[in-house]
């Protein structure tokens, strides 16, 4: 008796052994797929986004908007030359008669050119807070725009962390059917030894059938994560490639403190908020200036000229100058500028709300995400501590059940917790480093 103990003992301990160094079958299903790391998802989903494309088109429409801005500060220029024929004849010099009076030469023909430069000295310095103010709307548009790749990197990461956890955990659900198969064919070997009841190879079979049924669905978990990816990455849905399985909790140094005061220097929601506040701010100082008067200098030239065009008589009595200075002053514009500086007045007070409300939210979404970045790395200790003590407990319930000092239901029930543990861990882990891309991306930390 003692002899067939000893080898249910080895049977037992061997079959621990191989179950713990057996690779799992989806790690040796991708050894000859390419590798696809976290930072190559990243840059191929920022490449294929195409909300982050909307937004740099967006962003060279403000550009072409700032050079409308610039150019209200040089001069207006327009040019004019012109032909006309008229089918009265007029007369275009006189020839002198030695004989009598001079002879006129009459012509159809007509030419005459033009330029006139308009330039503004003075409008209320409208056109350099207008300046100032799409400035501001591009550095708004700019951090509106950083805020998207911030979202598109945080939600890559999640799909790329959740490929990984979907992975791990089918690997724990494959290594538990091996342990389930291997307890269900050394309870059917102690049935048919006598020493097992028929009870306790039904409840073996109902565990190896559980655990069959749990690794096909964490398999497909698993292919719906990597479809998910793929998604977001920009790729086809249906392409596979090996996952980076180093990818490693991150650590970090973080204190409430220094977050809340790195989100408010660099989320760029809020900067975004801010810039936007001092377009407004602008825009009024812009309309107030359609309250005080406008000084403009003109120079115009022109050129007319009856006959054959010769270009020697350019400066001839035909060819005249002007230049001018005006001012002018609006004294009753039917309460346009007074309308336009309410409505400025309006949009920035909506700015000015919006920034403030935003500061407390921020703060209030930093304190939460600090706080779960707390909470996830106490739970990945807790998880490393539970792990273990499932891991000692079910060689205890091993051991005990191959002396028969144990039912089968309290190897069952090690098995469970064991399980548990191994996805508890691969959980927590998962969560840990979701809780620190959250806060980055509340802080705006820009990686990429």
């Excluded at 309460?335 to 007045?345: D, H, L, Y």
Aim: aromatic share 10%.
């Amino acid at each position: 008796m003692s002899g067939s103990l000893f080898r249910r003992n080895i049977i037992l301990i061997l079959a621990l052994i191989l179950i713990t160094i057996a690779p799992s079958k989806i790690l040796t299903a991708q050894d000859n797929l390419p590798l696809l790391t976290l930072d190559e998802c990243v840059q191929r989903g920022l490449d294929n986004d195409p909300d982050i494309v909307r937004a740099e088109e967006n962003l060279s429409q403000i550009n072409n908007t700032l050079w409308t801005d610039y150019g209200s500060f040089l001069p207006s220029v327009r040019t004019s030359i012109g032909y006309n024929w008229s089918s009265r004849p007029t007369v275009a010099e006189y020839i002198e008669n030695p004989d009598g009076p001079p002879i006129p030469v009459y012509v159809n023909d007509s030419y005459s050119s033009s330029l006139s430069i308009d330039q503004n000295l003075f409008n209320g310095f409208s056109d350099y807070f207008s300046l100032r103010a799409s400035r501001n709307s591009k550095k708004s548009l700019e951090k509106n725009y950083e805020n998207q790749v911030l979202g598109a990197i945080y939600d890559i990461k999640t799909g790329y962390y959740e490929v990984l956890k979907t992975m791990k955990l089918a690997d724990v659900q494959e290594k538990a059917l091996e342990r389930s198969q291997e307890q269900l064919r050394i309870t059917e070997t102690r049935y048919e030894l006598g020493s097992a009841a028929l009870s306790d190879v039904l409840k073996a079979r109902v565990s190896e059938g559980e655990a069959r049924l749990a690794l096909i669905n964490a398999e497909n978990n698993y292919k719906v994560a990597i479809a998910n990816l793929n998604y977001l990455v920009g790729m086809d849905i249906e392409r596979q490639y090996r996952v980076d399985t180093t990818v490693t909790v991150q650590e970090t140094d973080y204190t409430l403190e220094n977050s809340i005061q790195t989100a408010m220097e660099q989320n760029p929601v809020l900067q975004s908020y801010k810039a936007s506040m001092d377009a407004s701010q602008n825009n009024v100082r812009a309309a107030w200036g359609g309250f005080l008067p406008n000084l403009n200098f003109n120079f115009s030239t022109s050129y007319y000229q009856v006959g054959d065009f010769e270009f020697g008589d350019i400066y001839s009595a035909n060819h005249n100058y002007r230049y001018g200075l005006s001012l002018s002053l609006n004294i009753f514009d039917r309460f346009i500028t007074k309308r336009n500086v309410s409505v400025a007045k309006a949009a920035l007070n909506t700015d000015k709300f919006n920034y403030s409300n935003f500061v407390n939210n921020l703060k209030l979404l930093v304190t939460r995400s600090y706080l779960n970045l707390e909470r996830a790395q106490l739970a990945m200790e807790v998880s490393n501590d539970k792990l273990a003590s499932a891991q000692e407990d079910y060689k205890l319930a091993q051991e005990r059940y191959s002396l028969g000092a144990a039912t089968i239901l309290d190897l069952l029930n090690a098995e469970v917790s064991l399980k548990t543990a191994e996805s508890d861990l691969i959980d927590s882990e998962y969560n840990l480093n979701l809780a620190v891309a959250d806060l980055e991306r509340a802080l705006g930390k820009m990686e990429y």
